[in-house]
Antibody
Framework: QVQLQESGPGLVKPSETLSLTCSVS????????WTWIRQPPGKGLEWIGY???????NYNPSLKSRLTMSVDTSKNQFSLNLNTVTAADRAVYYC????????????WGQGTLVTVSS | QSVLTQPPSVSGAPGQRVTISCTGS?????????VHWYRQLPGTAPKLLIY???NRPSGVPDRFSGSKSGTSASLAITGLQAEDEADYYC???????????FGSGTKVTVL
C-alpha cells in the first residue's frame, strides 16, 4: 500500500520560496501522477498541480507563474517549489497520488502546515 | 470562491439520511467529467469516499452513495452515525480552468 509523507520548513518568509518534498513508500514512483493540494486553515481544498515520473507536469493556471515541481526517481520523492510567497500561501500542503487514467486523488499524505511570516 | 458549490452544512439525527449537493456548470460536471467525493475528519487529510460518480473504494460502507445528473452531483449518507461528523468535498475537472476543482465543502453534524 502506497504511503506518502510530506517534509519541509513549516515557516517561510514573505517573498521567499516555499519548498516541500513528498516521500513515496510501499510502491513505485512510476505508478501515479504525483499531486500537490493545499488547504488554508479553515478553508477548502485547492489543486496545485501534478508531476509524472517522466517529468511531465500540469499546473494550476492561477499558480503556474510561481510554481516548479520536480521528481527524483532514485529517491522515490517528488518536490514542490512555490516562489514569491505571501500570507495567502499559508496552508496545509498535501501530497497525493492520482492513478493513470483516473482523475481522483488517492492516497494522500498527512499534510504539513506552512506559515508565511517574517 | 469554489467552482463547485456545496451547502456549508447539513445535519441529521443518528440513523437518518442526509444528502450533500455539489453544483457545477457546463465546463465541469455538466461536461460529463467524473465527480469524486472525499471525507475529511477533523485534523486529518481528506480520504477518498466515492470515485467516478458512484463507486465506493474498498472498505467504504454502502451507507455512502453518489449520484450525478446534469450539472450537479449528490452524496447520500444513510443510517447516519456519530463517526460521520466530518467535512465532505466534491471534486471534478474543469475544462475552462484546465485543472481539477474542488467543492466548497460541507460540514456534516450528527445531532
Amino acid at each position: 500500500q502506497v504511503q506518502l509523507q510530506e517534509s519541509g520548513p513549516g515557516l517561510v518568509k514573505p517573498s521567499e520560496t516555499l519548498s516541500l518534498t513528498c516521500s513515496v513508500s510501499g510502491g513505485s514512483i512510476s505508478s501515479y501522477y504525483w499531486t500537490w493540494i493545499r488547504q488554508p486553515p479553515g478553508k477548502g481544498l485547492e489543486w496545485i498541480g501534478y508531476i509524472y515520473y517522466t517529468g511531465s507536469t500540469n499546473y494550476n493556471p492561477s499558480l503556474k507563474s510561481r510554481l516548479t515541481m520536480s521528481v527524483d526517481t532514485s529517491k522515490n520523492q517528488f518536490s514542490l517549489n512555490l516562489n514569491t510567497v505571501t500570507a495567502a500561501d499559508r496552508a496545509v500542503y498535501y501530497c497525493a497520488g492520482q492513478a493513470p487514467n483516473s482523475n481522483w486523488f488517492d492516497p494522500w499524505g498527512q499534510g504539513t502546515l506552512v506559515t508565511v511570516s517574517s | 470562491q469554489s467552482v463547485l458549490t456545496q451547502p456549508p452544512s447539513v445535519s441529521g439525527a443518528p440513523g437518518q439520511r442526509v444528502t450533500i449537493s455539489c453544483t457545477g456548470s457546463s465546463s465541469n460536471i455538466g461536461a460529463g467529467y467524473d465527480v469524486h467525493w472525499y471525507r475529511q475528519l477533523p485534523g486529518t487529510a481528506p480520504k477518498l469516499l466515492i470515485y467516478h460518480d458512484t463507486n465506493r473504494p474498498s472498505g467504504v460502507p454502502d451507507r455512502f452513495s453518489g449520484s450525478k445528473s446534469g450539472t450537479s452531483a449528490s452524496l447520500a449518507i444513510t443510517g447516519l452515525q456519530a463517526e460521520d461528523e466530518a467535512d465532505y468535498y466534491c471534486q471534478s475537472f474543469d475544462s475552462s480552468l484546465t485543472g481539477y476543482v474542488f467543492g466548497s465543502g460541507t460540514k456534516v453534524t450528527v445531532l
